[in-house]
């Protein structure tokens, strides 16, 4: 529904049947709530530029907490301004409040569009007698000592808000002075202070149509009568009780920004900017003995989009050299997924988990442990894990954390679970490990790492093991007997020698998935000298009366 | 051949190597393969800080090739570092991934190996640079399926190399990528050998024909050797063969056949 309707006296909620018998010329579109809400969050994404902190209030309202961050677009006032034109730029007519509580910010940017344009503790700016639609609403932030948060809200309803934002620069903006609210708020009706529909119309019952009406009732007949909430909300609007933000993303703990105006676009230039932004962070996370485990730089984009990218490390890290790497690393793979366009006009760089990371001592350089004697009787260098660990965020912020692995032995009898490739990141931390084994094998007893329980002149088991043990055709000369020729990948090969069978038994409890067969293991060696792993599944007479071979890993 | 000659030859040789980044540093860390006559060839071992190539012999001998990789690492961590091992992801689907146990008993811990899966063939040149430059890596095995190890860029892995201290062990699976020049200090084709049989007919040691077909340092040559697990040494195959000790002979766990 879009204002031109609203001023027709269409209103939401009326059967459509009605609507056309007013207006038989009226264009009706689907409500797509999915899109409204992609709307929301695209604009939330987008006000990050403004603050850190903003909540959803959906359908159609967002809440930022702009403590402390007004000054840096010159006033509340003024912030307001730049935040509705640049959403006006982009088609969206948005109507914002700025107020000491959320419930305050909220009435007047939703209801108080009306009532207050006499008593004018509005700024500067005229406000459009209607209201876009009874959707564009909006509601203000609190912080609890230091008054004043704003809220624009979007109107997900495009051709209403382009419609009334190409008349002119009006822009909806309502600060109310700090202390101001229950002035601000008690014109406005009762609905403005977000109750239930049902208390509402009970209060209209009574003749309790304003805010004004309610604010001086005693408070115990009024919760007696119309429950808790009424009350809550009431001191929620007027500041006497606490409203904590429920923030879309998580709050980062450590920031660090850097604004253009001139947008910029090239990979070097961004990644210089990030290398000084690191520079910045590193030292806020020096100063309190903080490292970073994960990072995001977020790009803002000149035409609104956001982009966001992650990097996660093994250990926490303040060095700002690394950090650049990092994002370098991490930006050449993601290539052009990341498009500049026109060019980013933003970029903040954020630690989004940190970890206490106690100073190094510099100077302990390896060259030094070298001189020292230290390195060869075997001592851990802490220089190497740090290398290392440096080495595996690198590799990872490239190719993705998953694809750096430890191989981590599992306390399995069967070959292709005996060993977890987890990612590599973590550290060698037995505890990561102790607690993997429990999540993969519950009923695990603990046995000490592999030793060779067989006594032979080579391994028993191969260094290559596919994933997929492929099938082969293979002759035995008993039925229980090792193969005495297999085809594997269309090549006949002759078995010289062979060793087994290792009988491996699947365990009891896999017999729903239906991998009940027994395998016989050998180990052979082909007359071209290929040494390959083989098993046959499946008990001759006993499991299966044809059993079927594979070939399973290949040995050095 | 007048002395004089013979040391303006050898300037010569070195100012080429300086400019091709193939010779090792002198005075870098060697890696004594244990057998005289290989690291006579060698000038006293495997030069770590350089390159070295690792070929099957035929496409049937990869997994000897991987064995031989295994073990030059298993001999160049004896003190201390960690090894990075670069698969792509259609190696690893193709000859199998690496096996932990089996690498394990080879004689190279799980707890020193980083692995490493990229996606694109090209990305192991970018991931090797990067893990050679790193001088906590005291081994970096690359495999390359793929014609992309040129001149230039294992000129660039060279230089990785002796900047990192680490060996580099680049260990390739067609000829396609043989064919082509490089800068690796020496190249080995790996083949499998059948190994001795124990006493009881079971089978002997993994087993490697070895042929040294390019080395920067010295003469070519090749050489049968068995790589003993227990001791994670090789022994010249054929030679002195280690014998099962008979007590373990009737466990249940041995039953041999064949």
Redesign the interface.
């Known amino acids: 529904m879009n204002d031109a309707a609203q001023r027709l006296g269409l209103r939401p909620g009326m059967a459509l049947a009605d609507a056309r018998a007013m207006y038989p010329a009226l264009a009706v579109a689907e409500s797509d709530v999915a899109a409204d809400r992609r709307l929301l969050d695209a604009v939330a994404d987008w006000c990050d530029r403004y603050t850190p902190l903003i909540g959803l209030n959906a359908p159609d309202g967002l809440v930022l907490d702009i403590t402390g961050c007004a000054h840096l677009f010159g006033g509340e006032a003024a912030m307001c301004r730049d935040m509705l034109a640049r959403l006006a730029a982009q088609g969206l007519a948005a109507r914002a409040a700025v107020a000491d509580t959320v419930g305050c910010a909220f009435a007047v940017a939703r209801f108080g569009a009306a009532a207050l344009s006499s008593p004018s503790p509005l700024v500067g700016e005229s406000l459009p007698p209607a209201r876009s639609g009874g959707r564009g609403g909006g509601s203000g932030s609190f912080a609890p000592n230091v008054p004043h948060s704003a809220t624009p809200t979007p109107d997900p309803s495009p051709q209403g808000g382009g419609e009334k934002n190409r008349g002119g620069a009006i822009y909806n903006c309502a600060l109310v002075p700090p202390g101001e609210m229950r002035h601000a708020l008690a014109p406005l009706p009762a609905a403005a202070l977000r109750l239930a529909p049902e208390t509402v119309e009970a209060l209209a019952e009574l003749g309790l149509k304003r805010v004004a009406d309610l604010v001086d009732l005693p408070r115990a007949p009024l919760a007696a009568r119309f429950g808790e909430a009424l009350v809550r909300r009431l001191d929620q609007a007027l500041g006497r009780e606490d409203e904590p933000i429920t923030p879309r993303l998580p709050v980062p703990s450590y920031v660090a920004e850097q604004r253009f105006p001139d947008p910029i676009g090239l990979e070097r230039d961004v990644l210089a900017t990030i290398a000084r932004l690191a520079a910045q962070l590193g030292a806020a996370m020096e100063r309190r003995q903080d490292g970073a485990r994960l990072l995001q730089v977020a790009l803002f984009r000149a035409d609104n989009k956001v982009y966001r990218i992650e990097v996660g490390t093994g250990a926490p890290v303040r060095d700002a050299a690394r950090i650049a790497r990092l994002f370098a690393d991490r930006l050449t793979m993601i290539g052009d997924a990341c498009d500049p366009g026109f060019g980013f006009d933003m970029v903040r760089l954020a630690a989004l988990v940190v970890e206490r990371s106690e100073p190094v001592q510099a100077g302990l350089t390896?060259a030094g442990l070298a001189q020292s004697g230290f390195?060869?009787g075997?001592f851990i260098?802490p220089?190497?894990?740090a290398?290392?660990s440096?080495?595996?965020d690198?590799?990872g912020a490239?190719?993705g954390l998953r694809?750096?692995?430890?191989?981590?032995?599992q306390d399995t009898h069967i070959?292709e679970f005996?060993?977890a490739?987890l990612p590599?990141s973590g550290g060698?931390r037995t505890e990561d490990r102790g607690r993997m084994d429990q999540i993969l094998h519950p009923f695990s007893v603990v046995r000490p790492?592999?030793s060779?329980?067989?006594?032979?002149?080579?391994?028993?088991?191969?260094?290559?093991?596919?994933?997929r043990p492929e099938p082969v055709e293979a002759i035995a000369e008993v039925p229980d007997?090792?193969p005495a020729r297999f085809r594997w990948r269309r090549?006949l090969h002759e078995?010289?020698?062979?060793?087994?069978?290792?009988r491996i038994a699947m365990a009891w409890w896999r017999d729903e998935a239906g991998r009940t067969l027994t395998r016989d293991y050998?180990?052979v060696?082909s007359?071209?000298?290929?040494?390959?792993w083989l098993y046959r599944e499946g008990l001759y007479g006993r499991e299966t009366p044809a059993p079927r071979w594979f070939l399973h890993?290949?040995?050095? | 051949m007048s002395a004089e000659s013979s040391e303006t030859l050898r300037a010569l040789r070195r100012a080429v190597a300086d400019l091709t980044a193939s010779l090792p540093d002198e005075g870098g860390r060697l890696i004594s393969l244990g057998i005289a006559s290989i690291d006579g060839a060698l000038a006293g071992g495997l030069a770590c800080g350089a390159l070295h190539e690792i070929d099957p012999a035929v496409p049937l001998h990869g997994g000897a090739a991987a064995g031989f990789a295994v073990a030059l690492a298993t001999l160049a961590l004896r003190e201390r570092g960690q090894a990075v091992w670069i698969q792509p992801d259609f190696v690893a689907i193709e000859t199998g991934a690496l096996y932990g146990p089996g690498l394990d008993l080879m004689g190279l811990p799980m707890g020193r190996l980083v692995i490493l899966r990229v996606p694109r063939p090209r990305d192991v040149l970018w991931a090797m640079e990067e893990a050679l430059k790193c001088r906590a890596a005291g081994v970096v095995v690359a495999e390359l399926a793929s014609e992309e190890a040129d001149l230039t860029a294992t000129r660039r892995l060279a230089l990785a190399a002796r900047e990192g201290g680490g060996l580099g062990l680049v260990l390739h699976h067609d000829a396609l990528s043989r064919s082509q020049p490089t800068t690796a200090t020496t190249r080995w084709e790996v083949a499998s050998a059948r190994g001795e049989r124990d006493r009881f007919g079971g089978l002997g040691p993994t087993t490697f024909a070895l042929s040294l077909v390019k080395n920067r340092c010295g003469r070519t040559g090749q050489w049968r050797l068995s790589w003993d697990h227990h001791e994670r040494a090789f022994v010249a195959a054929a030679s002195s063969l280690p014998v099962a000790p008979a007590a373990r002979d009737g466990s249940p766990a041995r039953v041999r056949a064949g």
């Open positions: 390896q390195m060869q075997g260098c220089d190497d894990d290398e290392l440096h080495l595996v690198r590799l490239r190719f694809r750096v692995t430890r191989l981590v032995e070959p005996a060993v490739a590599a060698r790492p592999s060779d329980p067989q006594d032979s002149l080579s391994p028993t088991r191969p260094v290559r093991l596919f994933g007997g090792p090549v078995v010289a020698a062979a060793e087994g069978p290792e050998f180990r060696e007359r071209d000298g290929l040494r390959a890993g290949l040995f050095g």
